[in-house]
């Protein structure tokens, strides 16, 4: 796409800029990731001692991930996230005094979504950041298996308990089933109750981002399986979906489903090809705003005693996203909150920016490795001034 026609103006930013703007966001970057995977190291000893003391320690490392990508985007990539709903949701997202909005989804949920462009798990990380209670320590995400063997970034998702797969079932089930029996795992509180930890458990049914590819390989399965191939998303998966959602029944009321479209994308083009990561970051073309259409599902509902039947209620409901998408295509918007929702205070789309509460709140991410240093520094200093008393 030619600089002019970009759907977020011409390139913001000179060639100079762009090259002090790419150091800057890697510099951070990389410095928020290798701290976060130095803590996640200090803490993995905790494993042998105590395991729920461990995911709660990785659970604050992941905290700490999500207020790193969130405080990477507001200053390198600001965008407006536009957000409305259908009546299953419609208590359940409001704005707050501060311009924001507030989330309050469960603890323990399924969030599935269309697949656009890479970055969409880094919006919904967000709304995870912006749910009360935060719920951005309990992400999972399943994800394909070579990106556990990137630097950093892979062990450092290991430690968060995401799941790898192969895309090979007779591989893939045994350790699906192994992570997903962690997740519902019961719990017992000091004063005896048993409790179930926080959850939210993010897939992308699609299984890849859309793009010509995707597109074809969309249309091949549809004609193979002898149904409508839908235009604006691709044709859903449900082998995974439905292993999840018979593992997790009875541990987890309801599936999230989000929407999710990308002012700009033009009808049949694809949003990879035009919000790029060094667009985004480097040269101030980030998309003008990432709208969300939110609606809830209750597990019991939804078929899980045939497969089959399982397949036809998902892909129901990504022809009522395609349907959606054609409504955002043609108008620009997704549909408005339910009117009879609507007060003073609430309004047909919330507009909100992607940024954390507080400006300075992305320090947490070195904390545990200041008190750490602070720790040796202070034992070093005891052990030198008890060498220099005894010799």
């Given amino acids: 796409m030619a600089p002019s026609s970009h759907p977020s103006g011409r390139e913001k930013h000179g060639r100079l800029m762009q090259l002090l703007?790419?150091?800057?966001?890697?510099?951070?970057?990389?410095?928020?990731?290798?701290?976060?995977?130095?803590?996640?190291?200090?803490?993995?000893?905790?494993?042998?001692?105590?395991?729920?003391?461990?995911?709660?320690?990785?659970?604050?490392?992941?905290?700490?991930?999500?207020?790193?990508?969130?405080?990477?985007?507001?200053?390198?990539?600001?965008?407006?996230?536009?957000?409305?709903?259908?009546?299953?949701?419609?208590?359940?997202?409001?704005?707050?005094?501060?311009?924001?909005?507030e989330f309050s989804f469960p603890e323990r949920m399924i969030m599935i979504a269309?697949?656009?462009?890479?970055?969409?798990?880094?919006?919904?990380?967000?709304?995870?950041?912006?749910?009360?209670?935060?719920?951005?320590g309990s992400i999972y995400i399943i994800l394909k298996e070579s990106l556990k063997y990137i630097p950093i970034a892979g062990p450092g998702m290991m430690f968060y308990g995401f799941i790898f797969m192969s895309r090979k079932m007779a591989v893939d089930q045994p350790r699906m089933a192994h992570r997903l029996r962690k997740l519902k795992a019961r719990h017992t509180a000091p004063d005896g109750k048993s409790y179930l930890n926080p959850?939210?458990?993010?897939?992308?049914?699609?299984?890849?981002?859309?793009?010509?590819?995707?597109?074809a390989k969309s249309a091949k399965w549809a004609e193979k399986m002898g149904v409508k191939d839908?235009?604006?998303?691709?044709?859903?998966?449900?082998?995974?979906?439905?292993?999840?959602?018979?593992?997790?029944?009875?541990?987890?009321?309801?599936?999230?489903?989000?929407?999710?479209?990308y002012e700009g994308v033009p009808r049949g083009k694809f949003g990879e090809n035009i919000f790029t990561l060094s667009g985004?970051?480097?040269?101030?073309?980030?998309?003008?705003?990432?709208?969300?259409?939110?609606?809830r599902f209750l597990v019991d509902d939804i078929p899980l005693d045939n497969q089959e039947q399982f397949g036809l209620w998902l892909r129901e409901r990504w022809y009522e996203k395609d349907a959606l998408m054609e409504q955002y295509l043609s108008t620009g918007r997704f549909p408005a909150n339910p009117a009879n929702t609507l007060t003073e205070d609430r309004e047909e789309f919330l507009e909100t920016e992607v940024r954390t509460r507080y400006p300075f709140e992305f320090l947490q991410i070195f904390s545990v490795l200041a008190g750490f240093s602070l720790l040796v520094n202070l034992i070093l200093k005891l052990w030198n001034k008890l060498v220099s008393l005894v010799f």
Wanted: contains cysteine.
């Fill in 21 to 101: 703007r790419g150091f800057s966001f890697l510099a951070y970057f990389l410095t928020g990731a290798i701290a976060i995977n130095l803590t996640q190291f200090l803490g993995a000893p905790l494993y042998w001692i105590d395991r729920d003391l461990f995911y709660a320690y990785m659970s604050l490392t992941k905290q700490s991930f999500g207020l790193l990508i969130t405080t990477a985007t507001h200053w390198w990539g600001p965008t407006t996230i536009r957000i409305s709903g259908d009546a299953s949701v419609a208590d359940q997202i409001r704005k707050t005094e501060d311009g924001l909005v």
């Fill in 114 to 136: 269309n697949h656009q462009i890479y970055t969409d798990w880094l919006y919904l990380w967000w709304v995870g950041y912006a749910n009360k209670p935060k719920s951005h």
């Fill in 199 to 215: 959850m939210w458990l993010l897939l992308f049914p699609e299984g890849t981002n859309a793009s010509r590819n995707g597109r």
């Fill in 230 to 261: 839908p235009e604006h998303v691709l044709l859903p998966r449900s082998t995974g979906m439905y292993f999840c959602l018979s593992e997790l029944k009875g541990t987890v009321d309801y599936v999230y489903d989000c929407t999710v479209a």
């Fill in 280 to 295: 985004t970051y480097f040269r101030g073309q980030p998309p003008k705003s990432v709208n969300f259409y939110w609606r």
